[in-house]
């Protein structure tokens, strides 16, 4: 892979050096880092670009210099961006937020503009980290809870415990409920206004539609609505499984991951891993699972079955939740045409005079892709009146073909069973829906997958209820269903964005195999075959260019990986975002027990902390991978989102410090990591790796906190690239 420099240093514009960039102010606890700068690469412009722990190509350093380039990398517990560049704290947990606080673990976020320089931040709060969190919480809310009462009682139970089933004047229920209540308030959405101000720095206003809508905000009388054919199951009087007996009515919103934004101003926030929270596996009819099938845990570094204490009906979450920030009054419509499942994902596609299209992809090792189409048209991709088009239309997932097309497989009740063959993924196994007892079952070989088959002819035969109630069902059971139809299990697709010129952008996140499902092998496959964990970016262009069309072609952009083993220098990309030039801005999602470990088998040690890349789709640059910016220590960092006239890149950094907690009086640790040059040649890098993270006050002890940052250039210029 040739880089070609000249692109990416237009884009950095004539600056010189690269440093550890941070400034503004956080309630005054924010100030410019002191850490040392990381080493930088000269050019024949003059310009210098960020080096990260990794050779790359794009460092410009012949593979001979490498070594000795390389052989010693100092890792910083800050965010680290290229000279010129410079980050304002907005929010971080505990920062008050309406009547509550802003969440924990910031993720998407969406900037909707309503004048100029100003408008509304949404933001995603996806999960707890269980360590940090129990850690830091008396630190920065200035309240106790009774964690360690609760996590002995947990640990004598040996597998939880169902506080469902507490008496209420237990006091072990009431500790469990308190503890809950909290985790779940730092979860859900979050909408808050800004104004940029004559230095370029973007400040809170107060705005009367500044709001949280959380886990538990139905608790607080703000339910959330449905639509679509899983309303029926909810109304249901006569369940096959659990009823919360609130109908239609939802209590709240969590794992609240990714997003996307649509061209009428409303942000759709996806809900990701409910699974940690309330059961997962349904009836034939679509109902939950009662909340004891997944009891109450609290250790030293997780918690879940937060849904169980308040006796959460699983079968309503899952969802894309829709929420117009501008609307005071609006708590949240999830969508169930756009199914329930594990969503990190969604685009939207809106043109005049054709079907609404949104993409969305499950979050899971073996999950589909996903494509709902609108019954009816769009008349103007501006009107809020779109928002009806999502109540009414039809799921489709994906079948990727060897050869680089593709096609739409629709999630209804005639559709015919062809389950998924486990000889055809990495782990050789497949989840169906068991019948007549719900939930699912693991196949292990072709020829279980055929006796499904010959049991049950279409997807009708899987689900129960009359005509509306068996689409609903299948729409809140869709990764079985899309199992049971054979669509393609993919490699975790974590991200989808859509480019000017309509082709679709999706990060597969990494193609290992999970207990039960993996990706297909023919798609998802390192170059000599075998599964790679690292990741691949993907463009997806529907036959036509039509966005109802039922083909589309296929095509790899960038795979993941070391370059001496033919990646582009980054590992298992997530977050995606497209820029007016159609470049790909990505930032990864390397598991927080990786970073900077050198005795992972998967060598993701070598990436060092995640990290912010910028790939250009077009020219002889095209995948192409250029490193912008590296997160703090053990965080993630999310939701990439440039204001319209593109001079603010806003950032989410999700749980700094995740397993180490508070960095404690400048801890560092020295670290040897076996690294290869671009071209396989070993060689042996000491790394100084700080311990813990003090992000974002960068104050000696001070806990981590999840915040969101927005990066502007210092001479309030644009990001062109």
């Known amino acids: ?95 008050k937020l309406g009547d509550s606080r802003a969440g924990y ?161 409303t942000v759709l926030s996806a809900e990701e891993n409910f699974q940690a929270q309330v059961p997962e596996p349904v009836y034939a009819d679509g109902s939950a699972f009662a909340p004891d099938n997944l009891p109450f845990v609290l250790d030293s570094y997780s918690i879940y079955g937060q849904g169980n204490v308040f006796g959460l009906a699983g079968n309503k979450y899952g969802y894309m939740v829709e929420v117009d920030p501008a609307d005071a009054g609006d708590y949240g419509t999830k969508h169930t045409w756009l199914g329930r499942y594990r969503h990190e994902a969604v685009a939207v596609r809106a043109e005049a005079q054709k079907p609404l299209a949104v993409y969305s992809g499950c979050d899971r090792r073996g999950g589909h892709l996903y494509k709902f189409v609108s019954k009816n048209k769009v008349s103007n991709p501006a009107d809020k009146a779109n928002s009806r088009l999502l109540e009414d239309g039809m799921l489709y997932a994906a079948i990727f073909e060897a050869d680089g097309t593709g096609r739409w497989i629709a999630l209804k009740p005639e559709t015919p069973i062809n389950p998924v063959l486990p000889s055809k993924v990495f782990g050789n196994a497949a989840t169906l829906p068991k019948r007549p007892e719900g939930g699912f079952f693991v196949i292990k070989s072709d020829k279980e997958a055929i006796a499904f088959k010959n049991k049950y002819k279409t997807l009708g035969d899987l689900y129960a209820g009359n005509a509306l109630e068996k689409q609903g069902a299948i729409l809140i059971d869709a990764h079985l269903a899309a199992n049971a139809v054979g669509a393609t299990t993919t490699a975790r697709p974590e991200d989808t964005d859509i480019a000017p010129d309509g082709q679709l952008y999706i990060a597969f996140t990494s193609g290992l195999s999970g207990r039960d499902d993996g990706p297909d092998k023919r798609i998802f496959k390192a170059p000599n075959g075998e599964a790679w964990e690292y990741g691949w970016i993907m463009r997806l262009m529907e036959d036509n260019n039509d966005p109802a069309s039922m083909t589309f072609k296929w095509e790899m952009l960038a795979m993941g990986g070391e370059p001496a083993r033919g990646g582009a220098g980054f590992s298992n990309p997530d977050n995606l975002l497209i820029d007016r030039n159609k470049n790909i801005w990505m930032v990864t999602d390397i598991s927080t027990t990786k970073h900077n470990n050198p005795i992972d088998p998967s060598r993701r040690g070598c990436f060092g902390n995640n990290s912010i890349w910028v790939i250009p789709t077009s020219g002889e640059t095209a995948g192409d991978a250029y490193l912008f910016g590296i997160g703090p220590m053990e965080c993630e960092i999310c939701g990439p989102f440039f204001t319209p006239d593109q001079k603010t890149l806003f950032l989410a950094v999700q749980h700094p410090g995740e397993i180490s907690g508070t960095r404690q009086n400048g801890a560092h640790q020295s670290r040897k990591f076996l690294m290869k040059t671009t071209e396989g040649k070993d060689f042996v890098q000491e790394r100084l790796v700080p311990i813990g993270s003090n992000w974002p006050s960068k104050k000696d002890n001070d806990p981590p906190r999840p915040a969101v940052v927005a990066v502007r250039r210092l001479d309030s210029g644009s990001f062109e690239f």
Do not use: H
């Open 1 to 95: 892979m040739i880089v070609r420099r000249r692109n990416f240093l237009m884009f950095l514009g004539a600056s010189v050096a690269t440093v550890a960039c941070g400034s503004g102010q956080e309630k005054e606890q924010l100030s410019t880092p002191n850490a040392p700068a990381p080493k930088t690469d000269g050019t024949d412009a003059g310009l210098e670009l960020l080096r990260g722990p990794m050779p790359l190509e794009s460092n410009r350093i012949p593979p001979e210099a490498q070594v000795e380039a390389f052989s010693n990398y100092e890792v910083i517990d800050d965010l680290v961006l290229p000279e010129g560049f410079t980050y304002d704290a907005i929010v971080a947990w505990g920062d």
């Open 105 to 265: 673990n910031n993720d998407y976020l969406s900037f909707v503009q309503t004048g100029k320089d100003e408008g509304f931040l949404t933001i995603n709060f996806e999960y707890i980290s269980g360590k940090t969190w129990r850690e830091s919480y008396p630190l920065v809310l200035q309240k106790s809870l009774p964690f360690e009462e609760v996590m002995s009682a947990v640990k004598t139970s040996n597998s939880g415990i169902n506080a469902y089933r507490l008496p209420d004047k237990k006091p072990l229920k009431g500790k469990i409920r308190d503890i809950c209540q909290e985790a779940l308030e730092d979860q859900g959405i979050g909408i808050i206004f800004l104004r940029r101000n004559a230095n370029g720095s973007w400040e809170r206003v107060d705005s009367p539609a500044e709001r949280r809508i959380s886990g538990i905000s139905g608790l607080k009388g703000r339910y959330l609505k449905a639509t679509g054919p899983g309303v029926a199951i909810f109304k249901k009087q006569k369940k096959l499984g659990y009823d919360d007996r609130l109908g239609e009515k939802i209590v709240g919103t969590f794992g609240n991951c990714a997003g996307g934004t649509t061209p009428w101003g």
